[in-house]
């Protein structure tokens, strides 16, 4: 499959193309050239397929023939070893929790299919590439975990001192081999300045081969599809209209969501739930995209003025907005309310939410106020252990840590402190 740039001023390219640039040449997401639905009994026997089988049918129109199906299913089993259960928490309301992977946050999936992908491409390349990726906290580890001991990549994450948790700072530099941690003076702002100059900085692109391991990659933000598929496998006997709510901030996981949608999947609406970070509320509110600076909030992760997959999702509905909103809803949450709906969580069923699935829970129950027949999912990002002090000051329980994270909490930290974009680029030319 090919895939052409959103900004139509470059060449199209094939999917292993798209992986390792990240990025078109004139700055645009790469899309698919054709999305091509699944068959109508591939849905009606959804029950009968592995969470392999259901992964390999929906992604191998978009990595056919630069993958042999054989590799494709072994890397499909390597990422796919872990569950994805759909948790009840009332009578029409589920969580379809994505955070037991190795580093307890919903990225594992996408990081890890990139790196296989990736390995894959460099088999028999001579030239290494470099994945430079910034991270205010969860990408850093995942995209750690996932790429590392993968031949013919090497991995350098920026993270800013200080402003990391414990938990996070760990994942993510205590791994050695090809994963390189350096530790910015600075902001994460900064840290993703010091990467896009990088990416635009011709004499470094001349001597190494950069890509990116955000969800503006494609071999990251595709597969995060599966979930949504997953989940409609667990819940369609019951009958119901299927409505999903995805607590968002790049809008990469629900815009793969819709990814699955078009790919014949019945859902009869997206709910994206955001924090203060309301760029795209008020885009479905006055159909106006002002982008802003990123406010701080408890549900961090979805701190984002300026999402960089919402295009993607505009480009879906042929940037018509009536269709858009009949497939799209979005709402925004304050800290406090998201904190109640915590408490609301545990006091209906026991359930520990994290900040980022309580935004979902409230989109929701939004939504649900005026479509009480209909059958909804919020999707739970991250393990509640990893926002422990939040969680556990907010619902007054103690959460249990999972053995993922007491395996890294004695390992020892190495970073390398940098300050300025120049020792970045030095770092990366030396090594
Ligand atoms: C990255 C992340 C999100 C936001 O996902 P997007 O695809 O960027 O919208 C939500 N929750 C958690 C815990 C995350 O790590």
């Not at 999972?402 to 190495?414: A, G, H, L, S």
Request: aromatic share 10%; hydrophobic share 40%.
């Amino acid at each position: 499959m090919n895939f052409y740039s959103l900004n139509k001023q470059a060449p199209n390219v094939s999917f292993k193309d798209a992986v390792i640039k990240g990025i078109a040449p004139d700055r645009g997401l790469y899309f698919p050239e054709n999305i091509t639905p699944l068959s109508a009994s591939f849905f009606e026997n959804i029950e009968s397929l592995s969470n392999v089988e259901i992964a390999f049918e929906a992604i191998k129109q978009f990595v056919s023939e630069e993958i042999p199906e054989n590799k494709l299913k072994a890397i499909l089993t390597t990422v796919l070893d872990f569950d994805f259960p759909v948790v009840k928490i009332d009578k029409n309301t589920a969580t379809l929790e994505l955070f037991h992977g190795p580093t307890m946050a919903f990225k594992d999936v996408g990081a890890r299919f990139m790196a296989n992908c990736l390995g894959y491409f460099s088999e028999g390349e001579n030239k290494e590439v470099t994945v430079l990726v910034a991270t205010s906290g969860d990408t850093g580890g995942a995209v750690a975990n996932g790429f590392l001991g993968v031949k013919g990549v090497k991995v350098v994450i920026l993270y800013p001192s200080g402003k990391v948790s414990d938990i996070q700072e760990r994942q993510l530099t205590t791994l050695g081999k090809n994963i390189t941690a350096l530790e910015v003076d600075g902001t994460f702002d900064d840290c993703q300045k010091m990467v896009k100059t990088a990416f635009l900085d011709d004499d470094l692109l001349g001597k190494m081969q950069l890509t990116s391991a955000n969800s503006i990659n494609v071999a990251r933000w595709l597969p995060q599809l599966f979930y949504f598929l997953f989940a409609y496998k667990e819940v369609k006997s019951k009958g119901k209209e299927i409505v999903f709510s995805v607590p968002s901030g790049n809008f990469g996981n629900i815009c793969a969501g819709m990814m699955a949608q078009k790919l014949g999947m019945p859902v009869k609406q997206f709910i994206a739930a955001t924090n203060v970070n309301d760029t795209v509320p008020q885009f479905m509110k006055t159909q106006e995209y002002n982008p802003k600076p990123s406010t701080a909030t408890i549900s961090n992760a979805m701190d984002v003025g300026d999402p960089s997959n919402f295009i993607r999702i505009r480009h879906l509905f042929k940037d018509n907005f009536e269709d858009l909103s009949k497939n799209l809803s979005s709402y925004s949450f304050t800290d406090e309310e998201t904190k109640k709906a915590m408490i609301q969580i545990h006091n209906t069923c026991g359930y520990a939410a994290d900040p980022h699935g309580a935004v979902g829970y409230l989109g929701l129950k939004k939504y649900q106020e005026n479509e009480v027949n209909t059958y909804g999912i919020f999707l739970e990002t991250a393990h509640p252990v990893k926002f422990l002090d939040i969680v556990e000051n907010t619902i007054g329980k103690k959460i249990e840590i999972p053995t993922q994270i007491t395996k890294v909490m004695d390992k020892e930290k190495i970073s390398i402190k940098i300050e300025t974009y120049n020792e970045l680029k030095d770092y990366l030319l030396d090594n």
